[in-house]
């Protein structure tokens, strides 16, 4: 370690993570579906509020999650999560307790959600799979939306502008009464990328994106009837994204996203003690994917799809005695594919029943005890003839031996049917790799054991401790292998013609273990605000092969999160440094591992946050200097990758301006 790396890592030390003070009770829904203050949480839920969201100068999900301990940033091409070792497709993100709808895979690209109308966002890590169903097995982000404030016409927009060519802006207005309320906002995100000229192999100069160019457009309003029994909402949303990328002058590609969704939601309170509530939703994906060749500067569909899904969900839930509060529900839902790597529409349906009881022992809040179970049945259909039916249970414990103290343990059982992409779709993969990946109808589901343990320690009013533990086995682990080593061609439905080397072809093959914990200490005064992060990820995969179990990719196995916030007197202006570290991954990609092989080069970010707040707290005024460190870092990759290089970061040190106005 050279002396400039060992005054970086210094300044690591010594800088912790903001956390912004939480006036009065925090309220969340994600870990029982039922309203409830987060401190008196059975399953331990991480609140990530908006003044929070502001304060790191986030515009889309991903670039909150970044800064979160234990959640990783994967990009495959668009930013999905990971968390606790699973990839994107095994955490379900939801949006006011909706599903998202993900890509075709499952995964939901958080990167082409904004936070332009988000209030704030509660994740929960572990197996989810009792009350969330299939794709909860990793954990379960639910963002929840800003609601308009009583009796006034309130108003908020931001706008800010980077020196790599980035505009964002947002706006949010609402009105609420005692019998209606509405809400609409919007956003736009642009990013100009960075354009190379290069020469093609006819002497020519032609444009690649040597940083991916982004467009992200959206909007999203809801409509709310104040009924004597509750509310009815009407919720709608569109969103439009493109992104432009190249990884050489044959292999460039862009890809576009169309989203609509929208649905019904209703609660009735029979009394203080009994809420009967639930939603119906509708979800449209359209999904389309060019290949460009700059060097004949030709361009192909290669992966264009539809994918929709309904859903409806009806829940009840009721406190018969002090010591008890009981929920049941039902669920189901409806999802189909279109593609144009076949003929027809491939469809599922699953319907699920489930419920649990916080059992309160005495009713004294010392100790808590939550079982539940779910049954799941993923009906057959003409191209699958076979049922899969599935038991989930869950059990957790929460023991308060002081006020101070909370302990957790839990243990859940999560599941993932296989998606339509992995039992139907027939997908061409381009250069430099060329080969055709085939489903499998025949698939099982995979199946995980999570277990859980936490412990939070409130050391004074103003300083926490905060450690946690898991350990997730996952079976019939879904995975592709070389089913036919022959090359051949073949058109695709948009009459292209697809060469491929050889064919690959999912199967359940085997088992995975995910394991590790994390550390957090906060401090938060008045001025103030101080917390640094470590989390650890040990995740393996059993190689059938090689007969032994193996480092699973992409997962990042030592990750630190610190910064600093400190409001000065008299100017009143606060000043944050922010610094996220993570250790080199294993190369490659997938759950099952692929063909991984060497690691990626570390990543290490710092940045620098100034604000100012004028007219009574009603206009901020804000810079931002992203990468101070402009790209330094300790590590190269295995075959000698920068952090510049690997990860796409070539446009340096980023300074941004930007201001809020709320009404």
Do not use: C
Request: charged letters at 20%; hydrophobic letters at 40%; glycine letters at 10%.
């Amino acid at each position: 370690m050279n002396f400039k790396q060992a005054v970086i890592f210094t300044q690591l030390l010594v800088i912790t993570n903001i956390v912004f003070a939480q006036q009065g009770p925090v309220m969340v829904v994600t870990g029982s579906k039922v309203e409830e203050d987060a401190k008196e949480a059975v399953t331990a839920v991480e609140v990530i509020s908006r003044d929070e969201i502001e304060a790191l100068g986030a515009k889309t999900v991903a670039e909150v999650m970044e800064n979160i301990p234990g959640v990783i940033i994967f990009d495959h091409p668009q930013a999905t999560v990971m968390m606790q070792g699973f990839e994107g497709a095994y955490v379900k993100v939801l949006v006011d307790g909706v599903e998202v709808t993900g890509d075709v895979g499952g995964a939901t690209p958080v990167s082409a959600i904004p936070v332009s109308d988000i209030e704030r966002i509660e994740i929960v890590r572990g197996a989810s799979s009792v009350l969330y169903g299939s794709d909860a097995m990793g954990g379960v982000i639910n963002i929840i939306t800003k609601k308009p404030d009583k009796d006034r016409f309130s108003f908020r927009t931001r706008h800010e502008f980077a020196s790599n060519l980035r505009y964002y802006g947002d706006a949010y207005a609402g009105y609420d009464n005692k019998y209606f309320a509405l809400s609409l906002g919007g956003a736009f995100d642009w990013d100009d990328g960075k354009i190379t000229k290069t020469q093609n192999n006819m002497g020519k100069l032609v444009d690649i994106y040597d940083v991916a160019a982004a467009r992200l457009g959206s909007a999203r309003g809801n409509a709310i009837w104040h009924h004597r029994g509750g509310d009815l909402e009407l919720f709608g949303s569109w969103s439009d994204s493109l992104l432009t990328t190249s990884a050489d002058l044959e292999n460039g590609y862009e890809f576009a996203n169309t989203k609509i969704e929208g649905g019904l939601r209703n609660s009735w309170s029979f009394s203080d003690l009994a809420l009967l509530d639930g939603f119906l939703s509708y979800h449209r994906l359209k999904y389309d994917a060019q290949k460009k060749n700059y060097s004949f500067n030709t361009e192909s569909p290669y992966a264009d799809s539809l994918f929709q899904d309904i859903e409806g969900e009806v829940r009840f839930s009721w406190e018969p005695v002090i010591s008890h509060s009981l929920l049941f529900g039902v669920n189901a839902r409806r999802e189909a594919l279109e593609s144009d790597s076949f003929e027809a529409e491939k469809s599922m349906v699953t319907l699920a029943a489930f419920a649990q009881d916080t059992w309160n022992i005495k009713g004294l809040d010392r100790f808590r005890i939550v079982p539940g179970l779910r049954f799941d049945w993923r009906l057959p259909n003409s191209t699958n003839e076979e049922n899969i039916i599935k038991l989930t249970p869950k059990l957790a414990f929460r023991y308060d031996p002081t006020d101070a103290l909370a302990l957790r343990l839990s243990y859940g059982m999560g599941f993932k049917t296989p998606s339509l992409k992995q039992n139907y779709w027939v997908f061409f993969h381009p250069a430099p790799y060329n080969f055709l990946l085939t489903g499998n109808p025949n698939l099982r589901p995979e199946t995980s054991h999570g277990f859980n343990a936490s412990a939070d320690y409130a050391v004074t009013k103003k300083f926490q401790v905060n450690i946690g533990a898991y350990f997730n086995y996952i079976t019939d682990l879904i995975d592709d292998y070389i089913s036919d080593e022959s090359s051949g061609s073949a058109v695709n439905t948009s009459g292209n013609l697809q060469p491929y080397i050889y064919t690959r072809t999912y199967r359940n093959v085997g088992k995975a273990i995910t394991s590790g914990g994390d550390l957090s200490l906060r401090y938060n005064g008045q001025r103030l605000k101080l917390m640094g992060a470590y989390n650890l990820i040990v995740a393996r995969g059993y190689d059938e092969e090689e007969g032994a179990y193996t480092d699973l990719p992409s997962r990042v196995p030592h990750q630190v999160n610190l910064s600093a916030a400190y409001t000065i007197p008299v100017i009143e202006t606060t000043v944050s440094l922010r610094a996220n570290w993570n250790a080199p991954q294993i190369a490659g990609g997938g759950m099952s591992g692929g063909d991984a092989a060497g690691h990626s080069p570390d990543y290490l970010m710092m940045n620098f946050r100034l604000s100012k707040f004028f007219f009574k707290e009603k206009l901020e005024v804000y810079g931002v200097i992203h990468n101070i460190l402009n790209n330094s870092h300790f590590i190269k990759g295995s075959e000698g990758q920068s952090q510049r290089d690997y990860f796409g970061l070539r446009d340096g040190i980023i300074f941004s301006l930007g201001g809020s106005f709320k009404w």
